[in-house]
């Protein structure tokens, strides 16, 4: 159960915009995530996006997030103000508090939209059409999709290789009524729920 948390707020300005800013922040809270994961094995800590917005037209993770553990030693472990110490212009770092007592639960989790070539493909080989048709098909009936908020990040391991494609980490947001319990990965989503308030 997740009772302590940080909270950071993005500040941009005329020359870093918002976007620019998640990019880089979220870049080194996902270090940072996936460093504790390799000395500790198990992940506990997750995130939240308490200004989160999402719809048919727009989609926003606002200027905040919230890191959340089940201790206070495990968010003084994974020593935030190291990891964003070279960002310290650009965001504002809380200390670590308690969560409210009433409070609700969601789960933050990556996206990944269907490439409509993909979902044509199968479609063909599921109906015995050509590519041309199933295209069509797919495109003539495809929902409208959500405009999932999303973050720029570049593949830490594909940099290595020197081809470093910037690929969007499209975040989805699911509310549940009661706690869920899970493991998170090194972007600090899924596993389980984190609180909302």
Not at 107 to 130: M, N, S, T
């Amino acid at each position: 159960m997740m009772k302590f948390y940080q909270e950071l707020t993005l500040l941009p300005d005329e020359e870093n915009d918002l976007y620019f800013l998640w990019s880089k922040i979220y870049t080194q809270i996902h270090i940072a995530l996936a460093d504790r994961q390799n000395k500790y094995g198990n992940q506990t800590i997750g995130v939240s996006f308490p200004q989160y917005r999402c719809g048919k037209d727009f989609g926003t993770l606002g200027a905040k997030l919230r890191v959340f553990a089940p201790s206070e030693d495990e968010l003084n472990q994974l020593n935030l103000v190291q990891w964003l110490g070279r960002l310290g212009d650009y965001v504002h770092l809380k200390s670590v508090q308690a969560v409210p007592q009433h409070h609700r639960h969601a789960i933050f989790k990556r996206h990944r939209p269907k490439e409509l070539q993909k979902v044509a493909q199968r479609f063909a080989r599921f109906k015995g059409i050509d590519l041309e048709a199933a295209l069509t098909h797919c495109q003539n009936h495809k929902a409208k999709p959500q405009n999932y908020p999303f973050i720029e990040l570049q593949s830490e391991t594909s940099k290595k290789e020197n081809k470093a494609p910037n690929f969007r980490l499209y975040i989805a947001k699911k509310t549940v009524e009661t706690a869920v319990s899970g493991e998170f990965g090194a972007y600090g989503l899924a596993g389980g729920s984190v609180p909302e308030f």
